[in-house]
């Protein structure tokens, strides 16, 4: 069993900055910091994509992020508290979606509730 819950969403001002949390747990992560997470948006109308990413310990914690992103955000874990973050700046409209939080684990696609984040004046 494996349980993602995000928070941190809200309503931001263009150029503004959130942070978003996803705090994971259940049986199935027995080692949360060998586990890559990820970050996706969804908008309205729109595909769900991925944001960033993070490998586990063993793979180096590598990042990745979409090219729409790069420069404004930063993941980063804290495998002590079995969460991922989000940091995002600069924030424009064009990045309003619910943001969600993923993982893979034995082939199988885990997701979060997703956390709503609103760019506007």
């Known amino acids: 069993q494996v349980q993602l819950v995000e928070s941190g969403g809200g309503l931001v001002q263009p150029g503004g900055s959130l942070r978003l949390s996803c705090a994971a747990s259940g049986s199935l992560f027995s080692i949360f910091s060998v586990n890559t997470m990820g970050w996706y948006r969804q908008a309205p109308g729109k595909d769900r994509e991925l944001v960033a990413s993070i490998t586990g310990i063993t793979a180096g914690g590598r990042v990745n992020y979409a090219d729409s992103v790069k420069g404004r955000f930063t993941i980063s874990r804290d495998n002590a508290k079995r969460t991922v973050y989000l940091q995002m700046n600069s924030l424009k409209p064009e990045d309003t979606a619910v943001y969600y939080c993923?993982?893979?684990?034995?082939?199988?696609?885990?997701w979060g509730q997703g956390t709503q984040v609103t760019v506007s004046s």
């Open positions: 993923n993982t893979v684990i034995a082939l199988s696609d885990y």
